[in-house]
């Protein structure tokens, strides 16, 4: 039987066993820090305001999201490492190993064990303030509004994903600043064109301020129907599959 050379069960699992092992002194100094921090937030929150303890969910989420794009942006570091990249890049795994390998890592892996830390700072909460398990706190980190930012995460980590491959050097900050470059262009984009769009609909003043109302009824079809309905596939659909890839050619790159 001929040998697999692109997407190998064992490989992929060795190849994240190996990653994990060869780093897990420093991620869990920074998984324990910054729980460290949550926890005593939580204990002085429950101490003094232990009504609001089931709202500490966004700050929970927001050093998920943050700690989460750092450490995604990181998951190459040993690429760009001119001591540790030829080892790196001589690993027995394909390109695609490599990509789900830290895909897995920071996409699927983090989120669960981040969830699965905001329950255990909750319970300690409870535990150390009340010394009675009060279940609605627990609620908050498992709600609905709780997984659909989890989704969220899956989806934009992706973006960092790639800025770890492409980027040598501060691949967090670098990312950070392509994303508001990017954004700004955008928006400069969506102006002009709204502009060349809707001026004809407007009174010759010095801006656009029209409604729905304004507009004929297939453009306002287009633009309160199918552009949302658009975007939203857009975005939950395709934007990590196109990441994914753009980051499969950039470690590609690299390896040749």
Do not use: C
């Amino acid at each position: 039987m001929e040998t697999n050379n692109i997407l190998n069960i064992r490989r992929l699992y060795l190849f994240v066993r190996r990653q994990v092992l060869s780093n897990a002194g420093s991620w869990l100094i920074a998984f324990g820090g910054i729980a460290g921090v949550l926890l005593v937030i939580s204990l002085l929150v429950a101490h003094f305001q232990p009504q609001n303890l089931s709202g500490m969910t966004g700050l929970y989420f927001s050093a998920l999201f943050v700690g989460g794009y750092i450490f995604t942006a990181g998951i190459f570091n040993e690429l760009h490492n001119p001591q540790k990249s030829y080892q790196f890049l001589t690993l027995p795994v394909s390109t695609t190993e490599r990509l789900l390998g830290g895909w897995l890592l920071t996409g699927i892996i983090f989120p669960i064990l981040g969830l699965l830390g905001m329950a255990l700072i909750v319970l300690l909460a409870n535990l150390v303030m009340n010394f009675t398990l009060d279940v609605a706190p627990f609620q908050s980190v498992f709600s609905s509004q709780s997984f659909t930012a989890l989704k969220v995460y899956f989806v934009t980590q992706s973006i960092f994903l790639l800025g770890a491959a492409y980027f040598r050097k501060n691949n967090f900050l670098k990312t950070i600043l392509a994303l508001f470059v990017i954004s700004v262009v955008v928006q400069i984009i969506v102006v002009a064109t709204a502009w060349a769009l809707f001026s004809p609909f407007t009174d010759g003043g010095d801006g656009i301020n029209i409604g729905p109302e304004d507009l004929p009824p297939r453009m306002e079809v287009l633009f309160t129907n199918y552009i949302p309905a658009i975007a939203k596939v857009i975005f939950w659909y395709l934007t990590v599959p196109f990441f994914l890839v753009t980051t499969w050619f950039s470690l590609k790159e690299r390896q040749v």
